[in-house]
């Protein structure tokens, strides 16, 4: 059974950081490439980040500079590091796992506020 399971979302002040981690079982993970969506009510999900199995890490435009995607094949999670926060940042993230085919986890709140 694939299971991908998120953590590490919350409440964060603009301009704070929050780091979610993304713990996968059931694939053979350093195949995988390993990618972050968002997704507001209302709207469609989209593309945060994405990282190949050889590490090649891709950003949207709008958090280039900001995040950083990792993973740690040894442990089999992948992380992203979200730093200088914005409201607009406010969101469900979901973890995603891509060989074909893709899967997805149950995703985490990330809420930016004062």
């Known amino acids: 059974q694939v299971q991908l399971v998120e953590s590490g979302g919350g409440l964060v002040q603009p301009g704070g950081s929050l780091r979610l981690s993304c713990a996968v079982s059931g694939i053979v993970f350093n195949i995988y490439t390993m990618g972050w969506y968002r997704q507001t009510p209302g709207k469609q999900r989209e593309l945060v980040a994405s990282?190949?199995?050889?590490?090649?890490?891709n950003y949207a435009d709008f958090v280039k500079g900001r995040f950083t995607i990792s993973r740690d094949n040894a442990e089999n999670t992948v992380f992203l590091q979200m730093n200088s926060l914005k409201p607009e940042d406010t969101a469900v993230y979901y973890c995603?796992?891509?060989?074909?085919?893709?899967?997805w986890g149950q995703g985490t709140q990330v809420s930016v506020s004062s």
């Open positions: 990282i190949t199995r050889y590490g090649t890490a």
């Open positions: 995603t796992a891509r060989n074909p085919p893709l899967y």
